[in-house]
Structure formats: C-alpha cells, structure tokens
C-alpha cells in the first residue's frame, strides 16, 4: 500500500533562508509526483509536477528532484518571503485499480518570519 | 487559476441530512476525481469518473456517489451527513485516462455537519 511522509510537519524560519521540505514514499510504481501549496481555508495550488522520467523540475525560486528509487522527493524553497507562508502538500500519482488517484502527504506548515 | 470551479463555497447541514455538491471541469477534461480534505490532514481519494463512468474509487461507503453528465461536469452526493463527513471537498480535472497527465484542483467546497 503506498504511503506518503512529509517532514518537517512545521517548519519556521527567517526571511530570506534557504529551505528544503522532504516527502517520502513507499512504492516506487508511480506516474508523476505533484508539489502543492494550500493557503488556510483555500484549494490547492500546483507548484510543480514530476514525471516518473524526471529527476527534478524547476520554476522560479522553487526546484524538485525525484528520486524514484529511494522513494524520495524535496522541495527546495530559495531566498524565502513571508508571502511563502502556507501549508505544502506532495502527492505521488499511483495506479488504482484501472483508475489512477492521487496520495498525499500530510503537509509541512511553513511560517517564514519577516 | 485552473479553470476548475465548485458550488458551493461553502455549506452547513446537519447530521443524517444529504448534500450535493458541484464541480466544472476544466475545458476538454473528461475525468474528474473527488477528494476530502479533514482538517489538518492530506486530501483522500473518493473517486472518479472517466467519460460519465466510474473509474475507481477509495475506502469511501457507499453513502458517498457521484454523477459525471456528457459535459464533464459532475456532481458528489453525500447520504445520512455524519459529523466525520466535516471537511473540505475537492474536485479535480484532467484530460484523458493517462496516469501520467496532470491533475487540475478546484478551490473547493468547505462542508459543516453540526
């Protein structure tokens, strides 16, 4: 059964760091690997999507690497603003009995302080 | 913005009520998934429909269904509303029954069962 981590559930730091959020999963058989952002109380906001081919996609001051084998993901967040704030979500596109689904971590809560 | 609406925005009822809530799939989509999202947890597969059939579906009862109509909009209906079923529902789009395309989320529907 594929299961989804995310670590740090939150994470808190200064304008202007460098930071990485981790996500780990459990069965590599996977399509494609999405990044999300979700404001409190809103949707979700696709950040980058990771075919399974991939090994990192890249879109602004945001970059993800894929690494199927280890079942790993990171997002990587440069020169952090507080307009980052928000909850990230990854989720890896798995097969689901002729269907496909998406499976998603719990989510790293970022506060980037001014 | 991804083309993707839902109504409402939000909705209260009360327990053992039924809900019917709404989605518009991006132009030229024709499969539609449907999430829920408890507070402070990842969003959790319900199912799908893929050209007005369902294609797949999650540890969900069968008191959760859903309807996909020759336009590809769709609906998701909730029977006897339990306290547990407090959430926010999430629809996405995407084109086709490839696992590897992209799926387009929604802002949501934020249900409350008092």
């Known amino acids: 059964k594929q299961e989804v981590t995310q670590i740090p559930a939150a994470l808190s730091v200064p304008e202007g760091e460098n930071l990485v959020l981790n996500c780990s999963f459990t069965?590599?058989?996977?399509?494609?690997l999405q990044w999300f952002r979700q404001d409190p109380g809103k949707g979700l906001t696709s950040l980058l999507l990771?075919?399974?081919?991939?090994r990192e996609q890249t879109s602004g001051r945001l970059n993800a690497s894929l690494d199927k084998s280890s079942g790993r993901s990171t997002l990587y967040i440069a020169a952090s603003q507080p307009g980052d704030s928000a909850t990230y979500l990854c989720?890896?596109?798995?097969?689901?009995?002729?269907?496909?689904?998406?499976?998603f971590g719990s989510g790293t809560r970022l506060l980037v302080r001014p | 913005e991804t083309g993707v609406t839902q109504s409402p925005t939000h909705l209260i009822k009360t327990r053992g009520q039924q809900v019917t809530l709404r989605c518009s799939s991006q132009s030229g989509h024709n499969t539609v998934s449907w999430y829920q999202q408890a507070l402070g947890q990842g969003p959790q597969f319900i199912f799908q429909y893929y050209r007005e059939e369902e294609n797949g579906r999650g540890n969900f009862p069968p008191r959760f269904s859903g309807l996909q109509f020759p336009n590809y909009s769709s609906e998701l209906n909730v029977n006897a509303l339990e306290l547990d079923d407090s959430a926010l529902y999430l629809c996405?789009?995407?084109?086709?029954?490839?696992?590897?395309?992209?799926?387009?989320f929604g802002p949501g529907t934020r249900l409350t069962v008092l």
């Open positions: 989720a890896v596109n798995a097969e689901a009995i002729g269907s496909y689904k998406l499976i």
């Open positions: 996405a789009s995407s084109l086709g029954g490839q696992g590897n395309n992209e799926q387009f």
């Open positions: 069965d590599s058989a996977i399509y494609n």
């Open positions: 990771i075919q399974s081919s991939q």
